[in-house]
């Protein structure tokens, strides 16, 4: 089996910075992308970065130049700092990672549990 857990939400002033970490474990031979989802309430769910396993990142053109994803393949970890957050930055943020597991032939996606970040105005 796979997980996924997240961890470095929370509150926040707007204008302040969060860093998101992402830790993937279990049985796994191989991750591709590693991306970062986020979810308002009542909203669905949104690509907001993704990294590829060479670190070629894109964004949401909402988080450009204010988000930086980046990955440790030696910790199997996916990373999304956050700087001058605003109010509409709210919402649960999910990791999501492209992983062959040992023995399978393909890739699969495996999503984290969600963190909330929070950002007050």
């Known amino acids: 089996q796979v997980q996924l857990v997240e961890s470095g939400g929370g509150l926040v002033q707007a204008g302040n910075s969060l860093r998101l970490s992402c830790v993937v474990s279990?049985?796994?031979?191989?991750?591709?992308?590693m991306d970062w989802y986020r979810q308002a309430p009542g909203k669905d769910r949104d690509l907001v970065a993704g990294?590829?396993?060479?670190?070629?990142?894109n964004y949401a053109d909402s988080v450009k130049g204010r988000f930086t994803i980046s990955r440790d393949n030696t910790k199997n970890t996916v990373y999304l700092q956050m700087n001058s957050l605003k109010p509409e930055d709210t919402g649960a943020y999910y990791c999501n990672a492209e992983v062959v597991r040992y023995g399978m032939g393909r890739y699969e996606r495996y999503w984290g549990q969600g963190t909330q970040v929070t950002v007050s105005s």
């Open positions: 990294i590829t396993r060479d670190g070629g990142p």
């Open positions: 279990g049985s796994i031979f191989s991750i591709r992308s």
